[in-house]
Nanobody, 120 residues
Framework: QVHLVESGGGLVQAGGSLTLSCAVSGSIFSINTMGWYRQAPRKRRELVGTITTGGTTEYPDSVKGRFTISRNLTENTVYLQMNSLKPEDTAVYYC??????????????WGQGTQVTVSS
C-alpha cells in the first residue's frame, strides 16, 4: 500500500504564496506518477499538476506559471509551491499516486486533503 499525508494548508491573502507537502510512505517504488488535485465546494475535483518519476511536470492552464510541483527523493516528499494565489484557488488540495501499489493492492491512492483558503 501507499500512504499519502498532505500538510501545509492554511489561510493566505490573494497574491500570496503557500507550499503544500505530501509525505509518501509504503510501496514507494510502485509509484510512477504523482499528482495534486483540488476540489472547491460544489465543484468537481480538478487536476492541479503531475510529476513523473523522471521529474517531468505538467500543469493545466489555470495554474501554469503560478504553481510548481517538486520532490525530495531523500525525504520521500512531493511539494506543491503555489504563488500569486487567487481567491478561486480556494479548495481542499489532495495528493494522489495513481495506479500505485503491487498486485492486488494496485489502485489510486489519495491523501486526506489539506484546506487552502485565499482571501481577497
Amino acid at each position: 500500500q501507499v500512504h499519502l499525508v498532505e500538510s501545509g494548508g492554511g489561510l493566505v491573502q490573494a497574491g500570496g504564496s503557500l507550499t503544500l507537502s505530501c509525505a509518501v510512505s509504503g510501496s514507494i517504488f510502485s509509484i510512477n506518477t504523482m499528482g495534486w488535485y483540488r476540489q472547491a465546494p460544489r465543484k468537481r475535483r480538478e487536476l492541479v499538476g503531475t510529476i513523473t518519476t523522471g521529474g517531468t511536470t505538467e500543469y493545466p492552464d489555470s495554474v501554469k506559471g503560478r504553481f510548481t510541483i517538486s520532490r525530495n527523493l531523500t525525504e520521500n516528499t512531493v511539494y506543491l509551491q503555489m504563488n500569486s494565489l487567487k481567491p478561486e484557488d480556494t479548495a481542499v488540495y489532495y495528493c494522489t499516486a495513481p495506479s500505485a501499489g503491487w498486485g492486488a493492492e494496485t489502485r489510486d491512492y489519495w491523501g486526506q486533503g489539506t484546506q487552502v483558503t485565499v482571501s481577497s
